[in-house]
């Protein structure tokens, strides 16, 4: 049948052109046409998403693998459609393979711009800064004129996986593991040291204590001592004045003594006996003549001294005891 309709999605842009010339064009178009006469050309609008997988060497010759998805949409659906052929059968089915070849010219220029920035770094930084090669890429994308010819925009790049070969990523493994083990054995030292650190300051802190509370009763021991150094020299003191008194008080009596005395200094003993009125007693005159006696003992041939005048001399109270009776045993 030579007339035919064509209803397109409001995300395709279609083109008619009869006779060499365009006759109709926009996106989401519906209309009748005459086949034998007329080519439609149809450009999705819609985003779409190509996966890739990349193959690359770092800056230190590392081998790296790079997986995700490059997002993209036409903007110029006519400067493409004069590049590429999207020309479509009755059927809808495209004529060419020209469709399939976009995405593979966007991979291939996304590739050459993440070899660029992957060669520009190393394996770490690649695996520990994959944000940074998509940024560098997406933004060398924007500005690649070969994608800006086609007519399409770069809309993402996304990285989902970044891998190292299995032999770097087991040697990275095993120095990631002994690195983090040591960060522990590390973290065990620190903690150790602190608390070493900690009891070296309480030891100090208590032997601080202890040279302060020595300190303390030392000076409560001299401020003892001062005080009975105080009251020792207080008393001392006391008993030098005291012994100055005394001295003082002796030599008034000496001196009182000795003026009193003065006037019977040169006056013979009897002469004072006398005087005091002791020759009234018949006791003491027998005691000085028998002083005299003895004082003129070479005169005296024999001596002569009844019992009757030493009682008397002795008195009552040095006489002896009478004699106790003696008792009588009772005979049965």
Same mark, same amino acid.
């Given at each position: 049948?030579?007339? =035919?309709?064509? *209803?397109?999605?409001?995300?395709?842009? $279609?083109?008619?052109?009869?006779?060499?010339?365009?006759?109709?064009?926009?996106?989401? @178009?519906?209309?009748?046409?005459?086949?034998? #006469?007329?080519?439609?050309?149809?450009? &999705?609008?819609?985003?779409?998403?190509? &996966?890739?997988?990349?193959?690359?060497? #770092?800056?230190?010759?590392?081998?790296?693998? @790079?997986?995700?998805?490059? #997002?993209?949409?036409?903007?110029?659906?006519? =400067?493409?459609?004069?590049?590429?052929?999207?020309? /479509?059968?009755?059927?809808?089915?495209?004529?060419?393979?020209? &469709?399939?070849?976009?995405?593979?010219?966007?991979?291939? +220029?996304?590739?050459?711009?993440?070899?660029?920035?992957?060669?520009?770094?190393?394996?770490?930084? $690649?695996?520990?800064?994959?944000?940074?090669? !998509?940024?560098?890429? @997406?933004?060398?994308?924007?500005?690649?004129?070969?994608?800006?010819?086609?007519?399409?925009? $770069?809309?993402?790049?996304?990285?989902?996986?970044?891998?190292? #070969?299995?032999?770097?990523?087991?040697?990275?493994?095993?120095?990631?593991?002994?690195?983090?083990?040591?960060?522990?054995?590390?973290? /065990?030292?620190?903690?150790?040291?602190?608390?070493? !650190?900690?009891?070296?300051?309480?030891?100090?802190?208590?032997?601080?204590?202890?040279?302060?509370?020595?300190?303390?009763?030392?000076?409560?021991?001299?401020?003892?001592?001062?005080?009975? /150094?105080?009251?020792?020299?207080?008393?001392?003191?006391?008993?030098?004045?005291?012994?100055?008194?005394?001295?003082?008080?002796?030599?008034?009596?000496?001196?009182?003594? !000795?003026? +009193?005395?003065?006037?019977?200094?040169? $006056?013979?003993? *009897?002469?004072?006996?006398?005087?005091?009125?002791?020759?009234?007693?018949?006791?003491?005159?027998?005691?000085?003549?028998?002083?005299?006696?003895?004082?003129?003992?070479?005169? /005296?041939?024999?001596?002569?001294?009844?019992?009757?005048?030493?009682?008397?001399?002795?008195?009552?109270?040095?006489? !002896?005891?009478?004699?106790?009776?003696?008792?009588?045993?009772?005979?049965?």
């Amino acid at each position: 049948m030579p007339i =035919r309709y064509i *209803k397109a999605a409001p995300t395709t842009y $279609v083109i008619q052109f009869q006779d060499g010339k365009v006759r109709r064009e926009g996106p989401g @178009l519906s209309f009748l046409y005459w086949a034998p #006469t007329t080519t439609l050309v149809a450009v &999705p609008l819609a985003s779409a998403d190509v &996966p890739f997988v990349f193959n690359e060497i #770092t800056q230190d010759f590392q081998a790296v693998t @790079l997986q995700g998805q490059l #997002t993209y949409r036409v903007a110029d659906p006519k =400067r493409l459609a004069s590049l590429l052929d999207y020309s /479509i059968a009755p059927s809808g089915r495209y004529l060419s393979h020209d &469709p399939e070849k976009l995405e593979e010219r966007l991979v291939q +220029v996304a590739q050459v711009r993440a070899r660029t920035v992957v060669q520009g770094m190393g394996l770490r930084e $690649v695996l520990g800064r994959s944000d940074v090669v !998509e940024a560098q890429v @997406l933004a060398a994308l924007g500005s690649s004129e070969a994608i800006r010819l086609l007519g399409v925009e $770069v809309m993402g790049f996304s990285l989902l996986s970044v891998r190292p #070969t299995p032999e770097m990523a087991r040697a990275l493994e095993a120095e990631a593991r002994e690195g983090l083990q040591r960060r522990a054995d590390e973290a /065990i030292y620190t903690r150790r040291n602190a608390a070493v !650190e900690q009891e070296r300051r309480i030891k100090e802190s208590e032997l601080a204590t202890e040279l302060a509370v020595e300190a303390k009763q030392r000076q409560i021991r001299e401020a003892k001592m001062a005080a009975d /150094i105080a009251v020792e020299e207080q008393r001392g003191a006391l008993m030098e004045r005291w012994s100055q008194n005394e001295r003082q008080a002796a030599d008034a009596r000496a001196y009182a003594l !000795e003026k +009193v005395l003065a006037p019977v200094r040169d $006056v013979d003993w *009897k002469t004072l006996m006398a005087a005091n009125g002791g020759g009234n007693d018949p006791k003491l005159n027998i005691a000085l003549a028998f002083r005299e006696m003895a004082e003129n003992a070479q005169k /005296i041939g024999e001596l002569n001294m009844s019992p009757e005048l030493l009682s008397g001399l002795l008195g009552p109270s040095q006489r !002896e005891p009478p004699a106790e009776p003696q008792r009588t045993r009772a005979s049965r």
